[in-house]
């Protein structure tokens, strides 16, 4: 597996690639690797060609007191682990190398970055596909994969890639769950033992609700609150139903399928997850 610190590098590398004719699918992660990103590396191979993994801590998607300095990072254990997937190159820059100082140009999906987690996290979505554009500018990938649990992540970076005509494949992977059934995160170290424990309430919620065939989105929304009000430690910061395509509100019972997005805070982190969720089968309910 190559190690790349520079651009340079790692265009050289792919382009040694492409020049024989060979294929490229990049995943790109801010590092501290867990079973989801295997996932997403595994998807990666089934492409067939060679794979890209990136290890970049974005401090542009971070807002001004979140937990960039804090953010977990083992770089020798994540080249292990990618090495030992077959990965046949990381980009892992410093800041420096991907930001010029005078840079002037920021890439933003303007509707969908300023809604859900966007009204939570201003700036994040702008920073997520400031770097992304610049990652595909980068390396060239003609695949890339990223992670469903990250739902509002993955249409923003779908957003792009069909506004600016990016010659990029956007692949999205499912969650990986642990045994309880708390989606993978990088985060989840940081959680407390209490917090840990009450963390799957995440899942179960978005399950229950799935349970629920021919509920309102009414009803869905106050037993995804109900689930969640079991678990005292959970600091609820948002539960929304949204139309799984377009992220616009939805009314009634669904037609379409939606998605629950929830974002629940334990101490300082940040959990999120979702479920999408299709419609009742026609004449199954009123
Ligand atoms: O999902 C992530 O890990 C990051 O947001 C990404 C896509 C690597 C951009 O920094």
Request: hydrophobic share 45%; charged share 20%; glycine share 6%.
């Amino acid at each position: 597996m190559q190690i790349c610190r520079t651009k340079q590098a790692i265009r050289a590398a792919t382009l040694t690639w492409r020049q024989a004719g060979q294929g490229v699918t990049l995943v790109p992660t801010m590092g501290f690797l867990h079973a989801g990103h295997m996932a997403l590396v595994a998807r990666a191979r089934a492409e067939g060609g060679r794979v890209v993994a990136t290890i970049f801590v974005n401090p542009t998607q971070f807002g001004p007191t979140e937990d960039l300095t804090t953010y977990p990072r083992d770089e020798a254990r994540d080249f292990d682990m990618l090495r030992a997937a077959g990965v046949d190159a990381v980009f892992a820059p410093d800041v420096a190398e991907v930001y010029d100082p005078a840079a002037q140009t920021q890439v933003e999906a303007a509707a969908l970055s300023r809604i859900l987690i966007g009204r939570l996290r201003p700036g994040h979505f702008r920073g997520v596909a400031t770097v992304v554009t610049k990652l595909f500018n980068i390396i060239g990938p003609d695949a890339a994969c990223f992670g469903e649990k990250d739902f509002q992540q993955l249409a923003v970076i779908r957003t792009i890639v069909r506004d600016l005509d990016m010659p990029v494949r956007v692949i999205g992977v499912p969650t990986e769950r642990e045994g309880d059934g708390l989606a993978m995160s990088s985060r989840n170290v940081r959680l407390t033992p209490a917090d840990r424990a009450e963390a799957p309430v995440l899942n179960a919620a978005l399950t229950r609700a799935a349970q629920m065939p021919g509920a309102t989105v009414a009803q869905m929304h106050a037993a995804v609150r109900a689930a969640l009000a079991t678990a005292p430690r959970a600091d609820v910061q948002s539960v929304d139903i949204r139309d799984a395509a377009s992220l616009r509100p939805v009314r009634g019972q669904p037609r379409a399928p939606v998605v629950i997005l929830l974002a629940v805070k334990f101490g300082p982190v940040l959990l999120i997850d979702n479920r999408v969720i299709p419609p009742p089968a026609q004449g199954a309910a009123s």
